[in-house]
């Protein structure tokens, strides 16, 4: 069982940063894939970016390639989404999410709502034209 907590979401003009925390309890995030997706207003929620086990492997979905990057703290089982060159199609409800890993060390980075089992509550982030 693990529990995550996202925090970090805001407004922010085009152009401009953010970094999104997920504090993951309980089991170290070592031994899970660790996602990051979003959802905005009546459209379904899309994967953003993972990062497997330790954070050796990292998957990004096109859309912001060269502009975010996920990395995670061990000492401090935080997991985090650095969010540079926002957009305003970047807007959107941001939820962390946890998916076992099959073996300690395996390099799993599942890009499908269905295949995560834990769930944060979601931050906001609005950037504005």
């Known amino acids: 069982q693990v529990q995550l907590v996202e925090s970090g979401g805001g407004l922010v003009q085009a152009g401009g940063s953010l970094r999104l925390s997920c504090a993951a309890s309980?089991?170290?995030?070592?031994?899970?894939?660790m996602g990051w997706f979003r959802q905005a207003p009546g459209k379904e929620r899309e994967f953003v970016a993972g990062?497997?086990?330790?954070?050796?492997?990292?998957y990004y979905t096109d859309s912001v390639k060269g502009r975010f990057t996920i990395s995670g703290d061990g000492a401090k089982n935080t997991v985090y989404l650095q969010m540079n060159s926002l957009k305003p199609e970047d807007t959107a409800v941001y939820y962390c999410?946890?998916?076992?890993?099959?073996?300690?060390?395996?390099?799993?980075?599942?890009?499908?709502?269905?295949?995560?089992?834990?769930w944060g509550q979601g931050t906001q982030v609005t950037v504005s034209s």
């Open positions: 999410a946890a998916a076992m890993l099959p073996f300690l060390g395996a390099v799993v980075i599942r890009t499908r709502p269905r295949e995560y089992a834990y």
């Open positions: 309980g089991r170290t995030f070592s031994s899970y894939n």
């Open positions: 990062i497997s086990g330790s954070g050796g492997s990292t």
